[in-house]
T-cell receptor, first 113, second 111 residues
Framework: GQQLNQSPQSMFIQEGEDVSMNCTSS?????WLWYKQDPGEGPVLLIA?????ELTSNGRLTAQFGITRKDSFLNISASIPSDVGIYFC?????????????FGTGTRLQVTL | KAGVTQTPRYLIKTRGQQVTLSCSPI?????VSWYQQTPGQGLQFLFE???????NKGNFPGRFSGRQFSNSRSEMNVSTLELGDSALYLC??????????FGQGTRLTVV
């Protein structure tokens, strides 16, 4: 099945550092979503983006919907230990009656004290 | 507001058996989608139901099926289980045009 290209694949950072990750697609989406997943749990929605060029924040998280509608970026500022987990981007096209998500390959974030 | 509830959380089945997983969406949400998550393939879309009708289907064999009831609760069934069906199965619910919210998943192990 299709997966979006997400990078980096993994990151090891120190507490307090900023984090950036991105997601690219060969096709256009009209919605981009970012999720965080802890081991053995379901993905938790962090941010949703609906418009090309849109920049949205949720606390220390900031995400952007790329102008081409084929990419999105997520930044985490001043990382803390509870930021550890796997971050997934997802593209969505609510075209009429269909609304399936296409997920990225994930970015595993590890935070050291 | 209660979140998406999936039961059971863990399941062990033998090859050749069938299994049924259950999902109760967030109250008021009429769309339910199912995803399979494996280390090799990541998160893959299985199917989506809205108002008891399958609206979209992913690229999975016919052994994977689902249904949705009038109260929006959904079940998915996998028949003739194979070792490769071992995965975390995730259910997501959403309002008509809203974001998808996921349950904790059902961890299926086929032995």
């Amino acid at each position: 099945g299709q997966q979006l290209n997400q990078s980096p694949q993994s990151m090891f950072i120190q507490e307090g550092e900023d984090v950036s990750m991105n997601c690219t697609s060969s096709s256009i989406f009209n919605t981009w979503l970012w999720y965080k997943q802890d081991p053995g749990e379901g993905p938790v929605l962090l941010i949703a983006l609906y418009k090309a060029g849109e920049l949205t924040s949720n606390g220390r998280l900031t995400a952007q919907f790329g102008i081409t509608r084929k990419d999105s970026f997520l930044n985490i500022s001043a990382s803390i230990p509870s930021d550890v987990g796997i971050y997934f981007c997802a593209g969505q096209n609510n075209t009429g009656t269909a609304s399936k998500l296409t997920f990225g390959t994930g970015t595993r974030l590890q935070v050291t004290l | 507001k209660a979140g998406v509830t999936q039961t059971p959380r863990y399941l062990i089945k033998t090859r050749g058996q069938q299994v049924t997983l259950s999902c109760s969406p967030i109250s008021g949400h009429r769309s339910v989608s199912w995803y399979q998550q494996t280390p090799g393939q990541g998160l893959q879309f299985l199917f989506e139901y809205f108002s008891e009708t399958q609206r979209n289907k992913g690229n999975f064999p016919g052994r994977f099926s689902g249904r949705q009831f009038s109260n929006s609760r959904s079940e998915m069934n996998v028949s003739t289980l194979e070792l490769g069906d071992s995965a975390l199965y995730l259910c997501a619910s959403s309002a008509l045009w809203g974001e998808a919210f996921f349950g904790q998943g059902t961890r299926l192990t086929v032995v």
